[in-house]
């Protein structure tokens, strides 16, 4: 039997759920939190995800997420396999940390919105591990009502504009403590959408124009996003800025900027350079790994970016904020990725 599509698309909201394969903890300790948050936080300043609420805990984390561009399986993917890496390099463990696919559903805005982050900010008061919600740690509850709060990067204005204070909403959040909980994976339709007929209608419509696409090679894929995001000007580019280098160093560096700056898959981009997906998975990873000890590599990387974005028109968050942006779209603003690519989901 088939995996239901995931449907994607700029401005989407989903709630997401990773569970540990056979239930088992994915989180042992503080920093095993800190450091799933600190990946998060990463795709949130990369303007990738626009987080609205979180709640981790120990075999599973909740995430209610926008991706302004669309792609969620793209950041998902490598979110798990970023914080999987760390944790069984941690923990001297191998093999799958995550069981099957992860979790997703579309959220309509609104009530529906509302109700998946009270569902998710009351995950500890139903395991028992805390009363009240706010006293657990590694979730977003304080962001809203006020305390110490785990990050600074959450967007509450989205889900507090439907409350005339935080205390509205934490009277809310309240207000389903003795409820049954029911999960919002089991009243999706389908698996797949919460929301109203009219929106679960509308995501239907969209799923069925999504399924005749088929895979795209990588250059199909780059060439069907348009000039922003061509191969050659960002191939150009590297030789450019790294001509000293070696010709595999230039490869890797290429392979890292092409996943950087644009939307391919690891498929597409090994299509591209004629390598394996694995080649490029490690090549990728030794460029982050060696951005954080050279850091001259990192400020020719930097000044690759900002001619890239000159070159194509991409522009600033200051920028963007002038025209009409909704408020919690301007953190996830300060770097405006190129031209997403058409692809399979």
């Not at 399924?211 to 995001?229: E, I, K, M, N, W």
Request: aromatic share 10%.
């Amino acid at each position: 039997m088939s995996r239901p599509l995931r449907v994607e698309f700029p401005g989407a909201i989903y709630h997401v759920m990773a569970r540990g394969v056979g239930r088992s903890r994915v989180f042992d300790d503080d920093q095993d939190y800190a450091e799933f948050l600190r990946l998060t936080g990463g795709l949130v300043s990369d303007g990738a995800l626009v987080a609205h609420s979180f709640c981790l805990m120990p075999t599973h984390p909740h995430l209610l997420v926008e991706t302004p561009y669309a792609g969620l399986g793209r950041w998902m993917q490598q979110l798990l396999a970023d914080y999987a890496r760390y944790y069984n390099r941690r923990h001297g463990r191998s093999g799958h940390l995550f069981q099957a696919r992860y979790k997703a559903i579309l959220v309509e805005d609104g009530e529906y919105l509302l109700e998946c982050s009270r569902y998710i900010h009351l995950n500890p008061n139903r395991k028992k591990m805390t009363r009240p919600a706010e006293l657990w740690p590694w979730s977003s509850y304080r962001n809203f009502v006020g305390g110490p709060a785990a990050v600074d990067w959450v967007c509450t204005e989205r889900i507090l504009a439907h409350f005339g204070s935080p205390e509205e909403y934490r009277a809310y959040v309240e207000s389903g403590r003795d409820e049954k909980p029911i999960s919002p994976f089991e009243r999706a339709t389908a698996g797949l959408v919460l929301g109203s007929p009219a929106f679960v209608e509308r995501i239907r419509a969209l799923e069925k124009g999504l399924r005749p696409v088929r895979d795209l090679t990588g250059r199909r894929a780059l060439r069907q996003s348009g000039d922003l995001a061509s191969y050659e000007l960002l191939s150009a580019a590297v030789e450019k800025h790294f001509a000293k280098v070696s010709g595999c160093q230039q490869r890797q560096i290429l392979a890292f900027v092409l996943y950087r700056l644009t939307w391919l898959k690891t498929t597409q981009i090994a299509d591209l350079l004629e390598r394996s997906p694995a080649a490029i998975s490690m090549a990728r990873r030794r460029v982050e790994l060696r951005i954080a000890d050279d850091p001259r590599l990192a400020n020719a990387l930097r000044s690759l970016e900002q001619e890239v974005r000159a070159e194509t028109g991409a522009r600033s968050a200051a920028e963007e904020s002038t025209g009409v942006v909704p408020t919690w779209y301007r953190a996830a603003l300060s770097r405006f990725p190129l031209a997403p690519v058409k692809r399979k989901i």
